[in-house]
C-alpha cells in the first residue's frame, strides 16, 4: 500500500481500498499532485511514458471517479461518486480497464490454447452456426441489447463472425480454441449462452472450454471483485464474542432484578436467534444473491421473533412492511434487542 501523506488521507485511503479489491493495479501517489494516491494500470510503451491509470476526480462538483490511456488518449469520467463502496468502484474500473485494454488488465488474463477432438469440434462448429442463424433471424429490441451489454455480449455483431468461425473450425485438421482475449471469450460466451450452457450443465466435453470463458468473463466485467466486496462486507457484519457478551449484559441489565430470570434467559435466546437470522438474511443480501425460499422463510421468520420478543409491551407503535421486517419506533434502550 502507498505511504499517504497527502491532504485528504480519507479519499487516498478509499483509493488504496479500491485497489486492494481489484485483480491487478496498483495504488501509487502521484508525482506531479504531491500526495494523491492513483491506481497505476500499466505502461503501453514503457516504463518512462505515461501509464494509464484511475483515480478521482477532486475538481469538478460530483467528484467522480475516472479512467485514462497513456497521457488521457482515451478519458472515462463518468465513474461512480468518490465515497461509493470501493467493491462497486473497483468493478467498474476494472470493466473499462479491460475495455480500453489497460496494460496490467490484458496481462491478467494468460492465454491458453486448448487442443479439442473431432467430437467437440462438431459440436462447437454447429453451435456456432446456430447462434449465426439466430442473429440473421431475430429483431432485437433496445432492452435486448441493454441486458446483452450487461453480459459483455453485443447482439450488433455481424453474424458472417460466427460463420467464419465455423468453416475455419471445421477444415482445421489439429483443431484448437484459443482462449484469453477480451473480444474472442465474450464472442465465445455469447455463443454459449445462447444454447444454455453454464460450467456445471455444459456437455462433459466442453466443460473446461466453458469454465474457463465464464472465468475470464467475471473479471472482464468486474464480478469477481464484487463478490470479494460482498464477501469482506459480510465478514466485517458478523458479531464478534465481546458484542455478544455486551449484548447479553444489556439484556441483563434491562430486565433488572424483578424479572424472573427463565424470562430474561428466554429474551436472551431470542435474540441470539435474531442476530443468527439476520446474519444469514445478510450473508444472502449482500452478496446480491435473489433471495431463495429458504431465505425469504428466514425473513418470515425474524419478523415473528421480533413480535414475540415485542409481545409483552403494552401498546406499541408499529409499522410492518410486506417483505422486510417489522420497525419499532419505540427506543431501542427499551428492547433487548432490535431489528432495522
Excluded: C
Excluded at 201 to 212: D, F, M, Q, S, Y
Excluded at 313 to 325: E, F, K, S
Amino acid at each position: 500500500m502507498a505511504d499517504i501523506s497527502g491532504p485528504d488521507p480519507a479519499v487516498n485511503d478509499h483509493v488504496n481500498d479500491v485497489a486492494d479489491l481489484m485483480p491487478f493495479g496498483e495504488a501509487y501517489v502521484e508525482d506531479y499532485e504531491v500526495g494523491v494516491v492513483q491506481i497505476d494500470l500499466g505502461s503501453r510503451l514503457g516504463e518512462d511514458w505515461p501509464h494509464d491509470r484511475a483515480g478521482v476526480d477532486g475538481t469538478g462538483p460530483e467528484h467522480r471517479w475516472w479512467i485514462e490511456t497513456m497521457g488521457g488518449e482515451r478519458q472515462d469520467f463518468s465513474g461512480p461518486a468518490a465515497d461509493a463502496p470501493p467493491a462497486e468502484i473497483a468493478a467498474w474500473v476494472t470493466r473499462r480497464a479491460h475495455e480500453f485494454e489497460s496494460p496490467a488488465a490484458v496481462q491478467a488474463i494468460s492465454a491458453r490454447t486448448i487442443d479439442i477432438d473431432a467430437s467437440v469440434q462438431q459440436i462447437l462448429a454447429v453451435e456456432l452456426i446456430k447462434y449465426a442463424r439466430w442473429l440473421d433471424d431475430t429483431s432485437f429490441e433496445e432492452t435486448d441489447l441493454i441486458e446483452a451489454e450487461a453480459r459483455g455480449h453485443r447482439l450488433d455483431v455481424p453474424s458472417d463472425i460466427f460463420y467464419n468461425k465455423a468453416r475455419e473450425l471445421g477444415l482445421t485438421f489439429a483443431p484448437t480454441v484459443t482462449l484469453g482475449g477480451r473480444t474472442g471469450d465474450a464472442r465465445w460466451s455469447e455463443v454459449f449462452h445462447h444454447s444454455g450452457w453454464t460450467p456445471e450443465n455444459a456437455p462433459e466435453p466442453l466443460r473446461e472450454i466453458v469454465a474457463e470463458v465464464d472465468k475470464n468473463m467475471r473479471q472482464y466485467l468486474g464480478l469477481d471483485v464484487l463478490s470479494r466486496g460482498a464477501e469482506a462486507t459480510v465478514s466485517t457484519s458478523l458479531e464478534t464474542s465481546a458484542a455478544r457478551e455486551s449484548r447479553h449484559a444489556h439484556i441483563r441489565d434491562a430486565a433488572g432484578p424483578n424479572v424472573p430470570e427463565a424470562f430474561t434467559r428466554l429474551v436472551t435466546q431470542m435474540s441470539d436467534q435474531i442476530i443468527t437470522l439476520q446474519q444469514r438474511l445478510a450473508i444472502a443480501e449482500e452478496r446480491g444473491e435473489t433471495l431463495s425460499a429458504r431465505e425469504t422463510e428466514t425473513r418470515q421468520a425474524l419478523v415473528n421473533v421480533a413480535r414475540r420478543l415485542d409481545r409483552p409491551d403494552p401498546a406499541p407503535t408499529r409499522a410492518t412492511d410486506a417483505t422486510g421486517p417489522v420497525v419499532d419506533h419505540r427506543s431501542a434502550t427499551t428492547r433487548g434487542a432490535s431489528v432495522d
